[in-house]
């Protein structure tokens, strides 16, 4: 493929030979999905085709994520449009014989069922649903509806259409000004603006400049980038290739962690047909222009997600941050001016390129432009990956596109931002997804991470949880973070033992506002997010812990009492049976007692008792 002409042209022809096969079957071959056992699905799907002599009439593609992925197995019939969850391979006979036989859509196996009422149907299709009505695709505009092991697919759903255009009808610094009036900030948590970034390398001199995607993935909660990778790859090179053009680099890199295996046999794959076609390589469709690119895999450390850190592991070195400046696109990879990017910020370039700047700008508000991709996970009904536009606010994430909250559950806290964010209470619902109005709550947007915290999660155990990540990911470099995330942890730890006292609880505070201000790069000063942010909504759990002893949640042992109602007590001795710790004994009268010293607070006596006598304080 030697021209933009000739792109066109495969887009055309792929397009028309899509269109002889009656029916086109996407199955979710992404992580969650395959780990779900996806693939017998698949297989089960293909063999009852034949049984009923209809493989010729469907085509099997396996994509990567559809977003839904608390529900998988997942399947979508085109041209219908349909999608069925939660599937087993022992359904996929009645599925093809209603569905592709009888030509009947199946509720039972639908991703919603709603109860039949006079005039409705007893099903919703899902893009009917409000997970999908209240999303906005852009980086996810081909996810779960291609095969990413095949660039014609790409090609045909305008894939390296806005590389074409970047490099026939603009100058880089054309490219670079169009992502910088798009307002696209980076997705990976800095929310630098990202055409400013290119300016900034395009103005260097040098002999040699390089760009790199990063894709070392590895906040708690946040899986967007790497189901990216393993839905649409070309996407990232596309988007990769267009910021090398813009600052003028001719090799580029995607730093990925070894262990996303999908991903890293997906991209590889992308790579070489890319090669292939002449979309990677010598004067890339006749332009002048020449890029190429290879995978390296990170040291697995979740501080080589920092720019500079990465750079350090890239050159053998020890994975630690240095102090900036110079900034990687002043002296970066080897000393030379560097571009890094993350995954979705990539991803997006070559959407806004072929669009234009104002149809991103207009997406989301003033001082958020454009879509972002979240990790949608915690106790609600819907979870997996939605794309919405910035400023949407956090009650239609949780109520509209998550379906509101599990059965039994009451929402006491939303996390933005994994183990460097905080939480938003449930009072503050309406609150913007917004880089500067999460700022000013002591929060952030991060990479992506949201977790929705039911009324049963101990805040205290929560946070001690993502402090315990930040000071095992710490690189040990500063003193701030090595030892303060330490001390953190151990505070946070008395407080939920019940061993701490008021005066400790004023220690935490200071030490966690002496890391933030202290620490040596950006992700140190997030750690104490967590701990700050909790103790501005929710203190008074603090002082329950510290001064009644008392876990709200139940949560915390230490904390937890276990009495028997000796009027409701019947004798029947399941407590006593079931008990490990054996700290259950009888008195005259039959009814038992807890000896709460020897008690293990595992919870078994209060979950056995067939009469629910024993309570839980």
């Given at each position: 493929?030697?021209?933009?002409?000739?792109?066109?042209?495969?887009?055309?022809?792929?397009?028309?030979?899509?269109?002889?096969?009656?029916?086109?079957?996407?199955?979710?071959?992404?992580?969650?999905?395959?780990?779900?056992?996806?693939?017998d699905?698949?297989?089960?799907?293909?063999?009852?085709?034949?049984?009923?002599?209809?493989?010729?009439?469907?085509?099997?593609?396996?994509?990567?994520?559809?977003?839904?992925?608390?529900?998988?197995?997942?399947?979508?019939?085109?041209?219908?449009?349909?999608?069925?969850?939660?599937?087993?391979?022992?359904?996929?006979?009645?599925?093809?014989?209603?569905?592709?036989?009888?030509?009947?859509v199946?509720?039972?196996?639908?991703?919603?069922?709603?109860?039949?009422?006079?005039?409705?149907?007893?099903?919703?299709?899902?893009?009917?649903?409000?997970?999908?009505?209240?999303?906005?695709?852009?980086?996810?505009?081909?996810?779960?509806?291609?095969?990413?092991?095949?660039?014609?697919?790409?090609?045909?759903?305008?894939?390296y259409?806005?590389?074409?255009?970047?490099?026939?009808?603009?100058?880089?610094?054309?490219?670079?000004?169009?992502?910088?009036?798009?307002?696209?900030r980076?997705?990976?948590?800095?929310?630098?603006?990202?055409?400013?970034?290119?300016?900034?390398?395009?103005?260097?001199?040098?002999?040699?400049?390089?760009?790199?995607?990063?894709?070392?993935?590895?906040?708690?909660?946040?899986?967007?980038?790497?189901?990216?990778?393993?839905?649409?790859?070309?996407?990232?090179?596309?988007?990769l290739?267009?910021?090398?053009y813009?600052?003028?680099a001719?090799?580029?890199?995607?730093?990925?962690?070894?262990?996303?295996?999908?991903?890293?046999?997906?991209?590889?794959?992308a790579?070489?047909?890319?090669?292939?076609?002449?979309?990677?390589?010598?004067d890339?469709?006749?332009?002048?222009?020449?890029?190429?690119?290879?995978?390296?895999?990170?040291?697995?450390?979740?501080?080589?997600?920092?720019?500079?850190?990465?750079?350090?592991?890239?050159?053998?070195?020890?994975?630690?941050?240095?102090?900036?400046?110079?900034?990687p696109?002043?002296?970066?990879?080897?000393?030379?001016?560097?571009?890094?990017?993350?995954?979705?910020?990539?991803?997006?370039?070559?959407?806004?390129?072929?669009?234009?700047?104002?149809?991103?700008?207009?997406?989301?508000?003033?001082?958020?432009?454009?879509?972002?991709?979240?990790?949608?996970?915690?106790?609600?009904?819907?979870?997996?990956?939605?794309?919405?536009?910035?400023?949407?606010?956090?009650?239609?994430?949780?109520?509209?596109?998550?379906?509101?909250?599990?059965?039994?559950?009451?929402?006491?806290?939303?996390?933005?931002?994994?183990?460097?964010?905080?939480?938003?209470?449930?009072?503050?619902?309406?609150?913007?997804?917004?880089?500067?109005?999460?700022?000013?709550?002591?929060?952030?947007?991060?990479?992506?991470?949201?977790?929705?915290?039911g009324?049963?999660?101990?805040?205290?155990?929560?946070?001690k949880?993502?402090?315990?990540?930040?000071?095992?990911?710490?690189?040990?470099?500063?003193?701030?973070?090595?030892?303060?995330?330490?001390?953190?942890?151990?505070?946070?730890?008395k407080?939920?033992?019940?061993?701490?006292?008021?005066?400790?609880?004023?220690k935490?505070?200071?030490?966690?506002?002496?890391?933030?201000?202290?620490?040596?790069?950006?992700?140190?000063?997030?750690?104490?997010?967590?701990?700050?942010?909790?103790?501005?909504?929710?203190?008074?759990?603090?002082?329950?812990?510290?001064?009644?002893?008392?876990?709200?949640?139940?949560?915390?042992?230490?904390l937890?009492?276990?009495?028997?109602?000796?009027?409701?007590?019947?004798?029947?001795?399941?407590?006593?049976?079931?008990?490990?710790?054996?700290?259950?004994?009888?008195?005259?009268?039959?009814?038992?007692?807890?000896?709460?010293?020897?008690?293990?607070?595992?919870?078994?006596?209060?979950?056995?008792?067939?009469?629910?006598?024993?309570?839980?304080?």
């Amino acid at each position: 493929m030697r021209t933009a002409e000739e792109l066109m042209e495969r887009k055309e022809a792929h397009k028309k030979r899509s269109c002889e096969c009656p029916y086109r079957v996407c199955i979710c071959g992404g992580t969650s999905c395959t780990s779900q056992n996806s693939r017998d699905v698949r297989e089960a799907f293909r063999e009852e085709l034949r049984l009923v002599g209809m493989e010729d009439q469907v085509e099997i593609v396996t994509t990567g994520c559809h977003g839904l992925c608390a529900k998988g197995p997942v399947m979508t019939v085109y041209p219908e449009g349909v999608t069925y969850a939660n599937l087993l391979p022992e359904n996929l006979e009645e599925l093809v014989e209603e569905h592709f036989v009888n030509k009947r859509v199946i509720p039972k196996f639908l991703y919603t069922n709603v109860e039949p009422a006079p005039g409705r149907p007893n099903f919703v299709p899902l893009r009917q649903s409000k997970f999908v009505i209240c999303q906005t695709p852009v980086v996810f505009e081909r996810c779960g509806k291609i095969d990413p092991e095949n660039i014609e697919d790409f090609i045909e759903m305008d894939g390296y259409q806005g590389l074409a255009k970047a490099l026939t009808q603009m100058t880089p610094e054309d490219v670079a000004e169009a992502v910088t009036e798009s307002g696209l900030r980076g997705r990976g948590g800095g929310a630098y603006l990202t055409g400013v970034k290119w300016q900034i390398a395009a103005a260097q001199e040098s002999d040699e400049k390089y760009v790199i995607c990063n894709a070392d993935e590895g906040d708690l909660g946040a899986y967007m980038d790497r189901s990216v990778i393993e839905a649409d790859p070309h996407t990232v090179i596309e988007g990769l290739t267009i910021a090398a053009y813009a600052v003028g680099a001719s090799q580029g890199y995607v730093y990925i962690r070894p262990e996303y295996t999908t991903a890293v046999k997906n991209l590889t794959t992308a790579i070489s047909q890319a090669r292939e076609n002449g979309l990677l390589g010598d004067d890339i469709l006749s332009s002048g222009f020449s890029f190429d690119m290879e995978i390296r895999f990170a040291a697995g450390a979740y501080v080589c997600g920092e720019e500079t850190a990465m750079i350090s592991s890239f050159e053998w070195n020890r994975g630690e941050p240095r102090l900036k400046p110079a900034y990687p696109v002043e002296k970066g990879l080897y000393e030379k001016p560097t571009v890094i990017n993350n995954v979705e910020t990539l991803a997006t370039v070559a959407a806004i390129i072929r669009n234009g700047s104002g149809w991103f700008a207009q997406k989301g508000n003033e001082t958020a432009c454009g879509t972002k991709i979240f990790a949608l996970g915690g106790d609600l009904n819907n979870t997996g990956l939605v794309e919405v536009p910035l400023g949407t606010s956090l009650r239609t994430i949780v109520e509209e596109i998550g379906g509101g909250m599990v059965p039994g559950k009451a929402l006491k806290a939303i996390q933005t931002g994994g183990a460097s964010g905080g939480y938003i209470p449930a009072s503050d619902l309406d609150v913007p997804l917004d880089y500067d109005v999460l700022a000013e709550r002591g929060t952030l947007l991060g990479a992506g991470g949201l977790m929705a915290l039911g009324d049963d999660i101990c805040i205290i155990e929560h946070v001690k949880q993502q402090v315990e990540f930040s000071m095992k990911e710490s690189c040990g470099k500063c003193t701030a973070c090595r030892i303060g995330t330490q001390k953190m942890y151990d505070l946070l730890d008395k407080i939920t033992e019940g061993k701490a006292d008021m005066e400790e609880l004023v220690k935490l505070e200071e030490l966690a506002e002496y890391v933030r201000t202290s620490a040596y790069c950006g992700l140190g000063k997030a750690a104490p997010n967590p701990v700050l942010s909790s103790l501005r909504y929710f203190r008074e759990d603090y002082v329950a812990h510290i001064q009644d002893r008392k876990c709200s949640a139940k949560v915390c042992k230490p904390l937890i009492t276990y009495e028997v109602n000796q009027k409701r007590c019947e004798g029947c001795g399941v407590c006593a049976a079931s008990c490990p710790a054996k700290c259950i004994s009888e008195r005259e009268d039959e009814t038992k007692v807890i000896d709460m010293e020897r008690c293990l607070a595992c919870d078994t006596c209060y979950q056995y008792c067939p009469v629910k006598a024993i309570s839980k304080e």
